[in-house]
């Protein structure tokens, strides 16, 4: 049974930083693309980033670019998103992804978290 379970999610000030985990079960990590996505309230859920397998290329959404850092630990199956500067707009439930094909800012991963919450407040 794959399992993908985020952590580090919380309320924050604007100007915070947190550090979002995902650990995963049930797959083999390094075959897999990792992705964050995130759905604020009355919105669709929206890519934030990715990266690759053994985390050789990466990809950001552009309201993201500088602030956030995504990156991952094959020898512990988790792969993080290092949020600096936070903003009121970034506050949303947070979602952990993989994909078994290449980097896609689509919502076509074949496994998802149930999402960790992050509220910034202002």
């Known amino acids: 049974q794959v399992q993908l379970v985020e952590s580090g999610g919380g309320l924050v000030q604007a100007g915070d930083s947190l550090r979002l985990s995902c650990t995963t079960s049930?797959?083999?990590?390094?075959?897999?693309?990792l992705g964050w996505f995130r759905q604020a309230p009355g919105k669709e859920r929206e890519f934030v980033a990715a990266i690759s397998r053994w985390g050789g290329t990466t990809d950001y959404a552009d309201f993201v670019k500088g602030r956030f850092t995504i990156s991952r630990d094959n020898a512990k199956n988790t792969v993080y998103l290092q949020m600096n500067s936070l903003k009121p707009d970034d506050t949303a439930v947070y979602y952990c992804a993989a994909r078994l094909m290449g980097i896609s800012t689509f919502n076509d991963y074949n496994y998802w978290g149930q999402g960790a919450q992050v509220t910034v407040s202002s």
């Open positions: 049930g797959l083999t990590f390094s075959t897999y693309t």
